[in-house]
Nanobody, 125 residues
Framework: QLQLVESGGGLVQPGGSLRLSCTAS????????IGWFRQAPGKEREGISC????????YYTDSVKGRFTISIDNAKNTVYLQMNNLKPEDTAVYYC??????????????????WGQGTQVTVSS
């Protein structure tokens, strides 16, 4: 069974950092792209970052560029989202997702079949 399991969310003060993890079981990220999404209360889900292992393609939406970094540990079959200098507007449920798609600025337009359960990130003083 293909599954993504997330961890690492929590409550952090503005300016703080968190690292989200997304571990795959039943498949590897060798040929699958990975996307990170978030959904804030009352807002639509947005794709914020993606990565393709085969060619190293990486994308960040403008609101997180320079603060968030996506990385992968192939040995652990785990993708990370390092989030630094967090702001209250980063508060959302964060999801990782994976499928065969191209990592570009339009990656959230693709149909993506495999999703993590989501993890809450709250940035508040």
């Amino acid at each position: 069974q293909l599954q993504l399991v997330e961890s690492g969310g929590g409550l952090v003060q503005p300016g703080g950092s968190l690292r989200l993890s997304c571990t795959a079981s039943g498949f590897t990220f060798d040929y699958y792209s990975i996307g990170w999404f978030r959904q804030a209360p009352g807002k639509e889900r947005e794709g914020i970052s993606c990565f393709t292992n085969t060619d190293g393609s990486t994308y960040y939406t403008d609101s997180v560029k320079g603060r968030f970094t996506i990385s992968i540990d192939n040995a652990k079959n785990t993708v990370y989202l390092q989030m630094n200098n967090l702001k209250p507007e980063d508060t959302a449920v964060y999801y990782c997702a994976s499928d065969l798609f191209y990592c570009t600025s339009r990656f959230s337009d693709y149909r993506i079949d495999y999703w993590g359960q989501g993890t809450q990130v709250t940035v508040s003083s």
